[in-house]
């Protein structure tokens, strides 16, 4: 709703009528209807924020080609920014500057948020096309979302029924609608429920780490479990075996997929809920973390006519994200792409998805089977397990087919030797590779409290840097903040080894060569390790030296 102070403002410049205003004033509390000034003929924002600017004595700036922080942004409620049409773009130890288009607002806003901020706040005037900009990069907060959950897939209503009212009460309700939104919003990538003998507990899984966010009343275990598992749609009654589900829910508009696992353990079933979010699937590769060269190996190894492109790493390391990527990429009219996969993640439009289910016999080698009766161009099959997979993946790489595909290997050399250990000959292995790609998930520094570290130059020459650098170079870490909560580390990216099949690592091949062979003859090739990306992300402020020595840990320089 518009305020009459801001009304009268408007109607004095003369852009509009009072008739028009009056209009707009009829919306919600929790509407900004000024935006629709902006459609009105005689209403010229900027001409309006310079009288503004002049008759109350304010700063007036265009921020429509400003790059605030999100961070930033999101230290004012999404409900205190509506109210006083005020978003933050600069924050100090000691003041928030905050921007606003309605000069109204600002005795009132000054007192309020100082009181929110502890800190002395002032204010600048900005046009509505600015404001509206930086508003909509306002973070939902728990609070925001929590009412506002949706769940797209109905939860079973015959097993809600046969619930006597007070076993699932609004308290449960709530306090899952919060888990589930408070996960979202920390950008957790699990959510773990955990009942032991003594206590009931909750932790996320964020950025790599479990952190613990809560521990209910060991009394509402039963209730928050019933209500898990009846929206995933799991028998309730069932509490001996595990199960799988999935709840499909809108939050902020978004929809999101949980997938659900529960495990009987000694003190009542565990349930870990897998977030799905396709808003986060990063599909552009120059995004992931590839360096020049890293990338154009990769892409020129994913985009020849047949071959096997290998992606490998521990579970979690983000390998299904870069070959989402490459299909992405490779996701044209005139392709015809298959993929297996346990299960599927993300829908890719454009392609034809299978989800195995051992339990009926499609494993990944009868749907590669059935594949190469499908007249494919391409195929990506989720995991190479075991020798029978091998071999198909291979016999169809070698017969005009593009091959994508994972492995679990410390490193990119040793892909090969794992090939040759499960059976595969080496001179199917030479005449099938395209190019390796072994990759790692590295936690960035929290920008919002990021700050330089002293570290000798003999450990930085011992980590791996070289000496003329060592001495030049500046290492950065997070002392940790709000925004972080308190870990020093928001967000991860990703290190990446990329090794292409040169003719002298053939040759290494066909002579059954160590992984430690084929990786010196790597580097002399120009590939660089996982060590070596991640001291570059080091270099660049990116990480820390400990996240990239620990997630190096087993390169071998």
């Not at 909509?136 to 109905?154: C, F, H, P, R, Y």
């Amino acid at each position: 709703m518009i305020r009459k102070e801001f009304i009268d403002i408007v109607t004095n410049t003369g852009m509009a009528t009072l008739k028009e205003l009056r209009r707009l004033s009829m919306g919600k509390d929790d509407e900004i209807n000024e935006f629709e000034l902006l459609s009105m003929p005689y209403f010229d924002e900027n001409k309006f924020a310079k009288v503004c600017s002049e008759k109350y004595s304010l700063t007036f700036i265009d921020l429509r080609n400003a790059k605030v922080p999100t961070e930033t942004i999101s230290i004012l409620k999404k409900k205190l920014a509506i109210k006083w049409r005020a978003i933050p773009i600069q924050k100090t130890a000691s003041k928030v500057t905050l921007a606003t288009f309605d000069p109204s607002v600002i005795a009132e806003a000054t007192k309020e948020l100082s009181d929110v901020f502890k800190k002395q706040v002032e204010f600048i005037l900005t046009n509505i096309s600015s404001w509206r900009k930086l508003y909509s990069g306002i973070k939902d907060s728990v609070d925001d979302l929590i009412n506002n959950i949706q769940e797209v897939t109905a939860a079973s209503s015959a097993q809600e029924d046969n619930l006597k009212a007070e076993d699932i009460s609004d308290d449960v309700v709530t306090f899952v609608n919060r888990l589930l939104a408070e996960a979202f919003v920390k950008k957790a990538s699990d959510i773990h429920v955990e009942p032991y003998e003594r206590i009931f507990r909750v932790r996320l899984r964020i950025d790599g780490n479990l952190v613990e966010v809560a521990q209910p009343p060991k009394s509402m275990m039963p209730s928050v479990l019933s209500r898990l598992k009846i929206m995933s749609q799991m028998d309730i009654s069932e509490k001996r075996k595990p199960q799988d589900g999935r709840i499909k829910l809108m939050i902020g508009g978004k929809p999101i997929d949980y997938r659900v696992s529960s495990l009987p353990t000694l003190f009542g079933e565990k349930i870990v809920l897998r977030l799905l979010d396709s808003s986060n699937l990063q599909l552009d590769m120059t995004k992931l973390g590839f360096e020049a060269k890293q990338l154009e190996v990769f892409k020129e190894g994913i985009h020849r006519p047949y071959g096997m492109c290998l992606v490998t790493g521990p579970t979690g390391s983000g390998k299904t994200t870069t070959l989402y990527s490459a299909l992405a990429d490779l996701n044209t009219p005139d392709s015809n792409i298959s993929t297996a996969e346990d299960p599927c993640e993300f829908n890719l439009e454009g392609c034809n998805q299978v989800n195995v289910k051992k339990e009926v016999g499609l494993t990944f080698a009868t749907a590669l089977k059935a594949f190469l009766r499908q007249d494919p161009d391409i195929i990506m099959v989720g995991e190479i397990r075991d020798l029978e997979v091998g071999e198909i993946a291979v016999e169809a790489a070698l017969t005009g087919h593009l091959v994508l595909s994972t492995l679990h290997t410390n490193d990119a050399p040793a892909t090969v030797t794992r090939l040759l250990n499960m059976g595969i000959e080496p001179f199917l292995v030479v005449a099938a590779l395209n190019v390796i790609v072994a990759q790692r998930l590295c936690r960035k520094i929290c920008t919002n409290c990021r700050e330089e570290k002293k570290i000798p130059v003999e450990e930085l020459i011992t980590c791996g840097f070289a000496p003329a650098s060592a001495e030049k170079i500046k290492i950065y870490h997070g002392k940790g903040c709000d925004m972080c909560n308190n870990t020093g580390y928001k967000g991860r990216l990703a290190i990446y080894e990329v090794l292409s099949v040169t003719p002298k690592i053939r040759e290494l091949i066909l002579r059954n060569a160590s992984a430690d062979e084929l990786k010196k003859q790597a580097i002399r090739d120009g590939m660089k390790t996982l060590r070596m990306c991640a001291l570059t992300k080091v270099a660049q402020g990116l990480t820390t030296l400990e996240e990239a020595v620990s997630n190096s840990a087993s390169d071998q320089l």
